[in-house]
């Protein structure tokens, strides 16, 4: 319940109106996309718990909470399909930008549309009338397709009812028609709205008498029984060929729908009535963000922003620079690059001996991987620990480990049953004087050059000889599988991290118990794990005072009298998605700053690999303080506050002098350490 009231509050960003407008729109995509992956992976688990034999267990608690689950997230998609009808297109519309139904568009452009489907569409589709020898065929997993209803008999005089057409997935679900019959601004009109049009060309000489467009969401989470398999790469290859065709969990229609076919639809996936979905617009909304990539007019878009290069380390030599201080990195607000530009020049440099890194996920391209193959080719001993098992980056991750061994890298799939999901780099350089040097690379995200443009996260590079050298022992571990060597400075997960987070939070309490400030600050995703939970309540009671910023679900209530009076909880949802994860203990002035890949959840704490990892200079404390914790709790912009009951309300600018006091985090930051133009007018 809580991840969904996390999309409420995006949602929220898609309401505001001091948002530009298609930022509005890419907004309403995001909800779109996390309610997709909330059935998928949530409700499928859910499911899949409860489930005997195929059918679900009647427990009264557990269809209550399916019952709330379905209420809310009804709700949700209405809401979210009312901003798009009555808001967001009215007034895209009025900015000349125009997505046209069959009635709206005239004539000439109804002509166009004609012949583009006859073109383009109808030689791709493959309508199956339903017969014995025709049964249901198998729907992709989030596929567009519609079911038809017809009259009369069929060439062979059989009164064949029902036919279902899929929608090709290779044609984009966004056809922009073109200017010279657009008179008004840009037109674009949607796929499934041209194969509505001329859905009665696929039927000749029968009736069309309804029909509707429709979209199942599956399980996707990927089963691989990990104890068993001989070779975890060959098995998760496997599942991937049948991802698409998990059990049903949602089913998704037009509104229009006529009451039989949806319950024809809903009898072939063997869902129950709550799990139908009529939208008032395409079933799809996710692929709207391509009339997003189609306009581009500045104004209905963010300013705007690209990150600063650090000046002093612009051209200068990062090993010579790494033997004097580290270097802390605030992303999108300092460029990812000087992270490439790191492994790059340990690729190319001929002190460099090894190469060690961790791949969550890294995307399709990726100029690290590439210099990881060029560092392998080079004769260096590389070594990539691949997580197979990144959430829907499998077969990203699968293709970049074939590549990886070809040029020679040894790589290695993590520990099994256990997510590698720790963010490390390791270079090992043999120095003038012949003594084998570390320098790390230790973040709280991804090694992805698209995603560090959108997430905040903060990465360390350090050649810190006891932070480094424990990176290399994290290695040996990882490859290796032997029992890791007591660390003095890092924590890692699933040995170490959890004890560690408790023992700090007891530390501050045992500080306050004895009559001094205790303080804790802690930012991340999500905060579930129960453990932290009782402690932090157990802290708060001894009176230390409680700051906590969590983007996502968090299953801690603040404000309650006799257990977190002193714990604050609020959530910053923004122009870029709040990925850091930071830990503060004040700990009588020894100011412990910890950064680190783990949420406080137990699948991080107790079923990943994970590390968090401490900032040592003072200089770079004070940095994450004023950069990565204090701007948040400021927020009045996009802040929002949870209440003892388990509510969010937005955080209000207070009045000061008449005026109000506005403060947006991730402005000021862009303002501090980017550069950001000026909004162009309107």
């Known amino acids: 319940m809580s991840q969904i009231a996390f999309n409420w509050r995006v949602l929220a960003q898609a309401e505001d109106k001091s948002i530009p407008l298609l930022e509005r729109l890419k907004y309403l995509c995001i909800v779109g996309s996390n309610v997709d992956e909330f059935f998928e992976v949530r409700v499928a688990?859910?499911?899949?718990?409860?489930?005997?034999?195929?059918?679900?267990?009647?427990?009264?608690?557990?269809?209550?909470?399916?019952?709330?689950?379905?209420?809310?997230?009804?709700?949700?998609?209405?809401?979210?399909?009312?901003?798009?009808?009555?808001?967001?297109?009215?007034?895209?519309?009025?900015?000349?930008?125009?997505?046209?139904?069959?009635?709206?568009?005239?004539?000439?452009?109804?002509?166009?549309?004609?012949?583009?489907?006859?073109?383009?569409?109808?030689?791709?589709?493959?309508?199956?009338?339903?017969?014995?020898?025709?049964?249901?065929?198998?729907?992709?997993?989030?596929?567009?397709?519609?079911?038809?209803?017809?009259?009369?008999?069929?060439?062979?005089?059989?009164?064949?009812?029902?036919?279902?057409?899929?929608?090709?997935?290779?044609?984009?679900?966004?056809?922009?028609?073109?200017?010279?019959?657009?008179?008004?601004?840009?037109?674009?009109?949607?796929?499934?709205?041209?194969?509505?049009?001329?859905?009665?060309?696929?039927?000749?000489?029968?009736?069309?008498?309804?029909?509707?467009?429709?979209?199942?969401?599956?399980?996707?989470?990927?089963?691989?029984?990990?104890?068993?398999?001989?070779?975890?790469?060959?098995?998760?290859?496997?599942?991937?060929?049948?991802?698409?065709?998990?059990?049903?969990?949602?089913?998704?229609?037009?509104?229009?729908?006529?009451?039989?076919?949806?319950?024809?639809?809903?009898?072939?996936?063997?869902?129950?009535?709550?799990?139908?979905?009529?939208?008032?617009?395409?079933?799809?909304?996710?692929?709207?963000?391509?009339?997003?990539?189609?306009?581009?007019?500045?104004?209905?878009?963010?300013?705007?922003?690209?990150?600063?290069?650090?000046?002093?380390?612009?051209?200068?030599?990062?090993?010579?620079?790494?033997?004097?201080?580290?270097?802390?990195?605030?992303?999108?607000?300092?460029?990812?690059?000087?992270?490439?530009?790191?492994?790059?020049?340990?690729?190319?440099?001929?002190?460099?001996?090894?190469?060690?890194?961790?791949?969550?996920?890294?995307?399709?391209?990726?100029?690290?991987?590439?210099?990881?193959?060029?560092?392998?080719?080079?004769?260096?001993?590389?070594?990539?620990?691949?997580?197979?098992?990144?959430?829907?980056?499998?077969?990203?991750?699968?293709?970049?480990?074939?590549?990886?061994?070809?040029?020679?890298?040894?790589?290695?799939?993590?520990?099994?049953?256990?997510?590698?999901?720790?963010?490390?780099?390791?270079?090992?350089?043999?120095?003038?004087?012949?003594?084998?040097?570390?320098?790390?690379?230790?973040?709280?995200g991804n090694y992805h050059p698209s995603t560090t443009r959108f997430y905040t996260d903060f990465g360390l590079l350090t050649a810190h000889p006891g932070m480094a050298a424990e990176v290399s022992e994290v290695f040996i571990h990882l490859t290796g599988l032997n029992k890791p060597k007591k660390l003095e400075y890092l924590w890692l997960a699933p040995f170490a991290l959890q004890p560690q987070i408790i023992k700090a939070i007891r530390n501050e309490a045992r500080i306050a118990r004895e009559g001094r400030p205790g303080r804790i600050i802690a930012k991340m995703n999500a905060l579930l794990d129960e453990s932290v939970i009782r402690a932090l309540y157990a802290a708060s009671a001894d009176g230390v005072k409680i700051d906590l910023i969590i983007r996502g679900a968090c299953a801690l209530r603040p404000g309650v009298a006799g257990l977190s009076e002193n714990i604050r909880v609020r959530s910053v949802i923004g122009r870029f998605l709040e990925h850091s994860r930071i830990y503060y203990f004040r700990n009588d002035l020894a100011h412990d700053m910890y950064l680190a890949s783990a949420d406080w959840m137990s699948r991080n704490l107790f079923r990943r690999i994970e590390v968090a990892f401490p900032v040592l200079e003072k200089s770079l404390k004070k940095r994450i303080l004023s950069e990565g914790l204090e701007p948040y709790l400021k927020d009045n912009v996009n802040a929002w506050v949870l209440d003892s009951d388990g509510n969010y309300e937005r955080k209000k600018a207070r009045q000061s002098a008449g005026k109000q006091s506005l403060f947006c985090a991730q402005q000021y930051l862009m303002q501090q350490l980017g550069s950001l133009s000026a909004p162009e007018s309107d």
């Open 45 to 444: 688990s859910l499911l899949a718990q409860n489930t005997v034999d195929g059918e679900l267990v009647e427990h009264a608690s557990f269809q209550a909470m399916l019952k709330r689950i379905s209420d809310e997230c009804h709700q949700l998609v209405q809401r979210q399909y009312e901003l798009l009808n009555q808001d967001i297109l009215p007034q895209l519309s009025k900015k000349g930008i125009h997505l046209l139904r069959h009635t709206d568009r005239t004539e000439e452009q109804r002509a166009w549309v004609k012949s583009y489907f006859d073109r383009e569409v109808r030689p791709l589709l493959t309508p199956i009338g339903l017969d014995p020898a025709h049964p249901f065929p198998q729907v992709v997993n989030k596929s567009l397709n519609f079911i038809v209803s017809l009259a009369g008999k069929d060439a062979f005089g059989r009164g064949t009812a029902i036919a279902i057409v899929k929608a090709p997935r290779v044609l984009p679900r966004i056809i922009r028609l073109p200017d010279e019959i657009s008179p008004k601004g840009l037109s674009f009109c949607l796929l499934s709205s041209i194969i509505h049009a001329h859905i009665g060309d696929l039927f000749n000489g029968r009736e069309v008498i309804n029909y509707s467009q429709f979209r199942v969401t599956r399980d996707s989470d990927l089963w691989v029984d990990e104890e068993e398999v001989k070779n975890l790469r060959q098995a998760l290859q496997g599942e991937l060929q049948t991802r698409q065709f998990g059990a049903a969990v949602r089913l998704e229609v037009a509104k229009n729908c006529p009451e039989d076919l949806a319950r024809f639809l809903l009898e072939q996936f063997n869902l129950t009535p709550d799990r139908l979905y009529p939208v008032d617009g395409p079933v799809n909304m996710v692929r709207l963000g391509e009339l997003v990539d189609h306009v581009k007019q500045a104004n209905l878009r963010f300013p705007p922003f690209s990150p600063k290069a650090i000046a002093k380390y612009a051209h200068a030599d990062v090993f010579s620079v790494l033997r004097k201080q580290d270097i802390l990195l605030h992303h999108p607000f300092q460029p990812f690059q000087t992270v490439i530009d790191f492994i790059r020049s340990a690729s190319l440099d001929p002190a460099v001996v090894a190469i060690k890194q961790t791949i969550y996920r890294t995307g399709m391209n990726s100029d690290l991987m590439e210099s990881l193959i060029t560092a392998a080719r080079l004769g260096k001993e590389v070594t990539v620990v691949v997580e197979l098992m990144a959430r829907f980056d499998e077969e990203a991750n699968i293709n970049w480990a074939d590549k990886l061994q070809r040029a020679g890298a040894q790589v290695v799939y993590g520990v099994v049953g256990l997510k590698t999901h720790a963010k490390l780099a390791l270079v090992i350089r043999r120095e003038e004087n012949g003594i084998l040097r570390h320098y790390a690379h230790l973040g709280t």
